[in-house]
């Protein structure tokens, strides 16, 4: 049984351009879930994908935008990105249907924006 | 004012002691988690509980639903504790998100 996985690990971009990040969920889990972390602070929700739909969203703007895709593997996408896009990004995979349901989280993608 | 609060925010400890880390929330909740985050970024979930107790090794979560309130406990605390400890909550409907809180900084001295 493989775990969540997510790349890259770091990268650096500059203001305005648009970012893919990306996550394999763990194996025979069909939902996925990303998180910010900004620097010191708890995760805050981005939005939830199941059977490539969005299933919930947090408070970001339109241009955190999301995919995922039939193997549940899924992207998250930030267009026209701000200094405050600057934070860790994380993934957590989960098999929905049972009860309080786990959440399985990836090392995280560190995005800075200069 | 945050749905979910913890205390202390930074805690140093001798190896050896017994730790204690609370967390308050605010609204319903469906579970309270309790995750570590060590420097780097990985979280891994230590405990899930909607009532009572659980324990894994030197480690015991309690929660009370009545008061709002869940601890968690290291017994016999080493180096390798150390770390950063968040309280989440699941407030239950279609999406099974997590609300965390902003953690606590843990330092076992050896």
């Known amino acids: 049984e493989t775990g969540v996985t997510q790349s890259p690990t770091h990268l650096i971009k500059t203001r305005g351009q648009q970012v893919t990040l990306r996550c394999s969920s763990q194996?025979?889990?069909?939902?996925v879930s990303w998180y910010q972390q900004a620097l010191g602070q708890g995760p805050q929700f981005i939005f939830q994908?199941?059977?490539?739909?969005?299933?919930g969203r947090g408070n970001f703007p339109p241009r955190f935008s999301g995919l995922q895709f039939p193997n549940y593997s899924s992207e998250l996408n930030v267009n026209a990105l701000e200094l405050d896009d600057s934070a860790l990004y994380l993934c957590?995979?989960?098999?929905?249907?049972?009860?309080?349901?786990?959440?399985?989280f990836g090392p995280g993608t560190r995005l800075t924006v200069l | 004012k945050n749905e979910v609060e913890q205390s202390p925010q930074n805690l140093t400890a001798q190896e050896g002691e017994f730790i204690t880390i609370n967390c308050s929330y605010s609204?319903?909740?469906?579970?309270l988690h309790w995750l570590q985050q060590h420097p780097g970024g990985g979280i891994v979930s230590l405990f899930m509980?909607?009532?009572g107790k659980k324990k894994h090794g030197r480690l015991i979560a309690t929660i009370n639903i009545q008061e709002k309130h869940s601890s968690l406990h290291i017994t016999a605390s080493h180096p390798r504790d150390s770390a950063v400890y968040i309280c989440?909550?699941?407030?239950?409907?279609?999406?099974?998100?997590?609300?965390f809180g902003t953690g606590t900084l843990l330092a076992v001295q050896p």
């Open positions: 194996s025979g889990h069909n939902t």
């Open positions: 957590a995979s989960s098999f929905a249907g049972v009860a309080y349901n786990e959440q399985f």
């Open positions: 609204v319903g909740i469906s579970a």
């Open positions: 509980l909607s009532s």
């Open positions: 994908y199941y059977r490539e739909e969005e299933n």
């Open positions: 989440a909550f699941s407030p239950g409907g279609a999406t099974n998100k997590l609300i």
